[in-house]
């Protein structure tokens, strides 16, 4: 069976609309289809007409510094994101979450665009993202737009693009600067599924020893990609320190919605990871801003 039957790869985005304009809807975007081949095998997703891809585009490919954000092209590749020593240096939530995403041959195609344009709550690139505060670039008819991530998703699997219309051409987020850092952690099975059980990420500013500003992502946890927005509240003005963490991993177990999933699990475990893990990660967000130094972990092989 064909999934799709024609394959385009325009060389600028004006290009990439026309395509898209011509098929009528007929069309879709593809990244390194990591998803969107499977779905279509399995059958969660129809054949289309054509597939459209940005990897020709002069500049999508690129990661980026401008005015104080690091911008990564829609078509990059995770194991580019991975290996890019200043998204390591001023988002290593970043690299920590791109970084673990299926195995090399997932990461040598799969795309930050690709995560983010499929809206699953617990994408692990989306997650790492979210806690930096990114932005996403729409193209579509009426043009170029920087949109913040948090309105891209509308539901499980369900994103604010139509990619039959429109694309994600850059993200981007604000680099972390002097006394910031960010950390990523998830907890995943072995092996089996390709989504993880709970991850989080974390991005903390201090002043002295006193969380000045802070943003934490959780996923999954509820219908869209998590913003702990209370617990985030709880810890501005705090000081930084194992017991504040601890309280405030209490206090994101409570405002997430957490559900028990068959392959995954259950909404109890869940709720005990965020108490175990979240204060590892807003400790390790803290150490990096103390030192300046962000060696990003548990990055695959
Ligand atoms: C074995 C395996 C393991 C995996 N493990 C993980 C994991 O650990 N964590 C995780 O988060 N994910 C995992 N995934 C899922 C997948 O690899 C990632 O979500 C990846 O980032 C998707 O990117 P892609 O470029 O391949 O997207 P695609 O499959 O090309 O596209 C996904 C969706 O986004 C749309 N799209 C793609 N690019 C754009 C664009 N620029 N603009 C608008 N729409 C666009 C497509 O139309 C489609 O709807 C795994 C997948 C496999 C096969």
């Not at 499929?118 to 990114?134: E, K, M, N, R, S």
């Not at 919605?257 to 590892?280: C, F, N």
Request: net charge neutral.
């Amino acid at each position: 069976m064909a999934y799709w039957t024609h394959y385009h790869s325009p060389q600028t985005i004006e290009e990439t609309l026309d395509v898209l304009t011509r098929y009528e809807g007929r069309a879709r975007m593809i990244g390194g289809g990591t998803d969107l081949i499977l779905d279509m095998q399995q059958g969660h997703h129809p054949p289309v007409e054509a597939l459209v891809e940005l990897a020709r585009i002069d500049g999508l490919k690129d990661i980026t510094e401008e005015d104080g954000f690091l911008i990564i092209g829609g078509a990059v590749p995770h194991t580019q994101l991975v290996q890019d020593a200043r998204v390591a240096r001023y988002g290593t939530c970043l690299v920590e979450s791109c970084g673990v995403i299926g195995g090399p041959q997932v990461r040598n195609v799969g795309t930050l665009a690709g995560n983010v344009a499929h809206a699953l709550p617990a994408g692990d690139g989306t997650i790492g993202l979210l806690a930096l505060g990114g932005d996403v670039e729409i193209a579509d008819a009426d043009g170029l737009r920087w949109v913040p991530m948090a309105e891209m998703f509308l539901g499980p699997g369900r994103s604010a693009i139509d990619s039959t219309k429109a694309f994600i051409s850059r993200l981007r987020f604000p680099k972390t600067g002097e006394h910031e850092g960010s950390a990523f952690r998830r907890v995943m099975r072995p092996q089996g599924v390709a989504l993880p059980m709970i991850s989080m990420a974390g991005r903390i500013r201090l002043t002295g020893e006193t969380v000045e500003s802070v943003r934490i992502s959780i996923g999954p946890a509820g219908p869209t990609p998590f913003l702990a927005e209370k617990t985030m509240a709880f810890l501005a003005g705090k000081k930084s320190s194992d017991a504040v963490f601890a309280e405030a991993a209490s206090v994101a177990s409570k405002e997430a919605s957490l559900r028990t999933s068959k392959h995954r699990a259950s909404s109890e475990y869940r709720h005990e990871m965020i108490r175990v893990q979240l204060p590892k990660v807003l400790a390790k967000a803290a150490e990096r801003a103390r030192t300046g130094k962000a060696a990003p972990e548990g990055v695959g092989l």
